[in-house]
């Protein structure tokens, strides 16, 4: 079965600083999907941003990135020039490719960032 | 605009009682889900649904019905025998032919 770990239960981060995100995860299929999901206050969750399986190249939208390591089955989240705004739990989630019924969201256990002023 | 609309958003219920948390969803996606969130466990997987009329048992269905009788719609009934009903309820649902997930806002049961 498929498992998703992250194994930063709360991170801090300066504003205007970098901060990264670990995330790990264990499949045996080779096309997959990976996303990084934000849960502000509010608890509505928003997507950052996701990455395929079979792209090399990381995604990136604006101050977010990803490192995908696709032998290490390792996924990470770099958030650059942090703000306020970004405090919020994160949360790293597979997905297996399309097709089936059954290609459900993993989710992992979340890291709680903190972002001081 | 289009969008996942849950509610209640705050419910509180008695030991014993039938609860039914709504889902309506105008985006025209096929695919609905049903997530729980409990603090330090992410989100564990209760139902979903990839059409109408058709529904999937997820990790931790004992305890829960779903239905979907309407493309928009995919309502969770939290029974009494769902022995710690207590938590942070998600829907989302997903456009065929994407991995992304689309959330509604949540709602928050609690058990007096």
């Known amino acids: 079965a498929q498992t998703v770990t992250q194994s930063q239960p709360e991170m801090s981060v300066q504003e205007a600083e970098t901060v990264t995100l670990s995330c790990t995860y264990d499949?045996?299929?080779?096309?997959?999907?990976l996303f990084w999901y934000k849960q502000p206050p509010s608890r509505q969750m928003i997507l950052v941003i996701r990455?395929?399986?079979?792209?090399?190249q990381n995604a990136t939208e604006n101050r977010f990135s990803v490192n995908f390591q696709k032998a290490a089955k390792s996924f990470s989240l770099k958030i650059s020039d942090s703000q306020l705004g970004d405090a919020a739990m994160y949360f790293c989630?597979?997905?297996?490719?399309?097709?089936?019924?059954?290609?459900?969201?993993?989710f992992g256990t979340g890291t709680l960032l903190a972002v001081q002023p | 605009d289009g969008g996942i609309t849950q509610s209640p958003k705050y419910l509180f219920r008695k030991e014993g009682q039938n609860v039914t948390l709504s889902c309506e969803q105008n985006?025209?996606?096929?695919?609905m889900y049903w997530y729980r969130q409990d603090p330090g466990q992410g989100l564990r997987l209760i139902y979903y649904?990839?059409?109408?009329?058709?529904?999937q048992k997820g990790d931790i269905a004992e305890g829960y019905s779903v239905s979907r009788e309407k493309k928009e719609s995919f309502p969770l009934t939290v029974t009494s025998a769902q022995k710690n009903p207590t938590a942070f309820y998600l829907c989302?649902?997903?456009?065929?032919?994407?991995?992304?997930?689309?959330f509604g806002e949540g709602s928050r049961l609690t058990v007096l």
């Open positions: 989302a649902s997903r456009p065929i032919g994407s991995g992304e997930l689309f």
């Open positions: 499949t045996s299929e080779s096309d997959y999907y």
């Open positions: 990455q395929e399986a079979y792209k090399q």
């Open positions: 989630a597979y997905r297996k490719s399309l097709g089936g019924a059954t290609n459900k969201l993993i």
């Open positions: 985006l025209n996606h096929d695919a």
């Open positions: 649904s990839q059409i109408v009329n058709d529904f």
